[in-house]
């Protein structure tokens, strides 16, 4: 499975990005599907993760803010990022694996990230 982010950038805190991962492969659908970030001199961490049957979960910093949705019939998952804060600031990942988890050693296969900036 290949995977490829896209939507990042710069925006002011309050407002809003949609990140979306496309991925090769015809087994898409049988994948869980996973949202990760890493901010500069931080750990990476988890955001969101939604499994083959659309059952989502999410971190506790980005519930409420944040919506995990996938497209099977495109090979797509989307990350829509509303009331955005300075410290969401991260480069964000997608990322595949057989089962939802929020660890990411667990994840077989990663994208290549896509920067978003939040200025205060």
């Known amino acids: 499975v290949q995977l490829v982010e896209s939507g990042g950038g710069l925006v002011q805190a309050g407002g809003s990005l949609r990140l979306s991962c496309a991925a090769s492969?015809?087994?898409?659908?049988?994948?869980?599907m996973g949202w990760f970030r890493q901010a500069p001199g931080k750990e990476r961490e988890f955001v969101a993760a939604?499994?083959?049957?659309?059952?989502?979960t999410y971190a506790d910093s980005v519930k409420g803010r944040f919506t995990i949705s996938r497209d099977n019939a495109k090979n797509t998952v989307i990350l829509q990022m509303n009331s955005l804060k300075p410290e969401d600031t991260a480069v964000y990942y997608c990322?595949?694996?057989?089962?939802?988890?929020?660890?990411?050693?667990?994840?077989?296969?990663w994208g290549q990230g896509t920067q978003v900036t939040v200025s205060s």
């Open positions: 990322a595949a694996n057989e089962q939802v988890s929020a660890t990411p050693r667990e994840y077989d296969y």
């Open positions: 939604i499994a083959w049957n659309y059952y989502s």
């Open positions: 492969g015809r087994t898409f659908s049988s994948y869980a």
